[in-house]
């Protein structure tokens, strides 16, 4: 009897241990295999948003958004040339401004006239290429408007819009974002930074009447201009005015408007 005993212990012992064993192993394998696979979506959903943002862009209806960017862009160089103060500066100090700002008013420009634009997918744009090649594609390639850029761009928009400014608010900030005393090689950049006081002061005292009882309108602003001077040079060109000028630099294009009577 005992060895019988012995044996039937021993067996429905191993038998609840193999089926202790084998609950302990689903129920690890299911948290595993959840994990990994929490993991895996994560990971996945993260490269879709990367790739997403890289996906390169152009304008749906260029037609008539490269109107109204042509329109806004000459309204944006007659603003610079009506100026007194820019138009007596060195004409080598009048093209560093104009090389490092036109950028800027011309967002404002965008956000004063209400501009707004949708873009779709460039044809025949290959995201996987984007993905593999990254960092060695050609720099004609790198340039090319991406979804990533131009939501940034929709950003400032969309902040500049929420101000509600009025065209005087519009005029003075134009002012202290074009007279950049930190732009590099200027001849006068005492001058210029005189110039950026100046305009910053109209700014907050027209804000002061605008806005009596609005302490951050000012800062809110501020945070504004800051965000435009992050908007890229090369997205603006590409977007809007490739279509335009063509394989002509956009410099020699601006520079032909501002100087040339």
């Not at 862009?57 to 100026?83: G, N, W």
């Not at 940034?152 to 519009?170: A, G, V």
């Amino acid at each position: 009897m005992l060895p019988l005993e012995g044996i039937t212990n021993s067996t429905c012992s191993g038998s609840r241990h193999q089926h202790a064993h084998t609950i302990l192993y689903n129920i690890l394998s299911w948290r595993e295999s959840g994990y990994l696979n929490n993991k895996l979506n994560h990971s996945s959903s993260a490269q879709n948003c990367q790739c997403e943002q890289r996906r390169t862009v152009c304008l749906k209806d260029p037609k008539v958004t490269c109107k109204a960017a042509s329109s806004i862009l000459v309204k944006t160089i007659h603003f610079m040339r009506s100026l007194p103060s820019f138009s007596q500066l060195p004409v080598g100090d009048q093209s560093s401004l104009l090389r490092h700002c036109w950028v800027h008013l011309f967002v404002l420009g965008l956000a004063q006239e209400k501009i707004v634009f949708e873009v779709t997918d460039v044809p025949n744009s290959s995201i996987l290429r984007q993905i593999l090649l990254g960092p060695g594609l050609t720099e004609k390639e790198a340039k090319k408007p991406t979804l990533g850029g131009v939501n940034k761009l929709r950003t400032c928009l969309q902040q500049l819009w929420n101000l509600n400014l009025s065209p005087k608010e519009y005029a003075y900030l134009k002012g202290a974002l074009l007279f950049n005393p930190a732009v590099q090689g200027l001849s006068a950049s005492l001058l210029i930074e005189g110039l950026q006081k100046e305009a910053q002061k109209a700014l907050r005292e027209v804000i002061h009447l605008l806005h009596p009882e609005d302490s951050v309108h000012f800062s809110r602003i501020l945070l504004a201009a800051s965000d435009i001077q992050a908007v890229s040079h090369s997205l603006v060109t590409e977007l809007f005015f490739k279509s335009v000028i063509g394989n002509t630099n956009m410099m020699y294009f601006l520079t032909e408007m501002l100087f040339v009577q």
